[in-house]
């Protein structure tokens, strides 16, 4: 009986740390993610959204990947993007936020990605946001801007 109870106080304790609706206003599972060639999306649109990516009610939802392939993913979209001026983005992941309910996960929760980007010349690092449990359209936030090298649209 103890250990059915120690349990119950356990799955309790989980389970409320994830909110029972997520706020993520661009979930989208018709989205197709864009094609990647040369180890990077071939990211052809820019966001009508000035929230897309910085607000954690907008992430880049990536979704839905393994949370080992990750690193791969993130890779890709990146690669796909500069800075305003062509200057070449770092990047790295400073933490998690954000609970949310996800069918996508066996725990039915996760938490987005934040991950701070730099480029040369760039005195404030920006904050980025993503989801790898959700689909949604990829875009190139505001504040970057699409390589060169892939068409675009407006």
């Known amino acids: 009986m103890l ?31 864009p094609v990647i060639k040369s180890n990077a999306y071939q990211i052809t649109e820019y966001a009508q959204d000035a929230k897309y990516g910085y607000d954690s009610d907008y992430p880049i939802n990536i979704g839905f990947i393994m949370e080992m392939s990750e690193q791969k993913f993130i890779a890709y979209y990146f690669n796909g993007l500069q800075a ?28 987005l990605s934040i991950y ?24 190139c936030p505001k504040g970057l801007s699409i390589k060169k090298t892939v068409a675009t649209k407006s």
């Open 116 to 139: 701070e980007v730099t480029w040369e010349g760039n005195k404030k690092p920006i904050q980025l946001h993503f989801n790898i449990y959700e689909r949604g359209k990829i875009v």
């Open 3 to 33: 250990k059915k109870f120690s349990l119950l106080v356990i799955f309790i304790g989980l389970t409320s740390c994830i909110s029972t609706k997520s706020t993520i206003k661009n979930i989208d599972e018709t989205a197709i993610k």
């Open 84 to 111: 305003p001026n062509g200057e070449m983005l770092t990047y790295k992941k400073t933490g998690d936020c954000c609970p949310f309910p996800t069918k996508n996960n066996k725990m039915g929760g996760g938490t």
